[in-house]
């Protein structure tokens, strides 16, 4: 897959993918870009996000919620200002995030798809492509599995992850 920066449409090189054709185009943000956005203090990486075609979260070295376009906040049934200072499994709804200590800081976080993905990405400055991730979510007082397709990519110490699929 062609990688594009959504931003300055710069190219960005190829990525391999097992799920889409080679000529398929596929956004990120470039360096530079995420530089000049960063760089600036309380910056609104909202309307940025929102040029995205696809539902995608920006997440922190702290598996921390930092923004999300509208496409994702609508595929979670969520809006922004829920979800500042959120951890991942706060955001998806994951029956452990309820748990003391919340997501992340629980024995039951141990060998967590999702929580292993991001900090993969983040620390190894990695990018996966159409990762299948199984959580439990809680659904008021009963519990469903959902099955998703992650995409995540490390720009400059934050995670944008893609969600591809999510299936109840």
């Excluded at 190219?11 to 000049?36: R, V, Y």
């Excluded at 309380?42 to 702290?62: G, K």
Aim: net charge positive.
């Amino acid at each position: 897959m062609k990688l594009v920066c959504a931003w300055c449409n710069k190219h960005m090189g190829q990525k391999h993918s097992d799920f889409q054709p080679e000529d398929a185009i596929t956004h990120g943000i470039c360096e530079e870009c995420m530089l000049n956005l960063y760089q600036k203090k309380q910056i609104d990486f909202i309307p940025f996000l929102n040029t995205i075609s696809a539902p995608v979260i920006l997440i922190d070295e702290n598996n921390t919620y930092i923004a999300a376009n509208n496409l994702a906040l609508d595929k979670l049934g969520k809006k922004h200002k829920n979800l500042i200072n959120n951890r991942t499994g706060d955001i998806f709804t994951c029956k452990h995030s309820y748990l003391p200590g919340g997501c992340g800081h629980t024995k039951e976080c141990n060998g967590c798809q999702m929580l292993d993905l991001i900090t993969k990405t983040y620390n190894g400055k990695n990018s996966f492509s159409h990762v299948p991730v199984k959580l439990v979510k809680k659904d008021g007082e009963s519990f469903v599995d959902i099955k998703l397709k992650i995409t995540t990519e490390n720009i400059n110490g934050m995670v944008l992850m893609r969600i591809d699929d999510m299936q109840p």
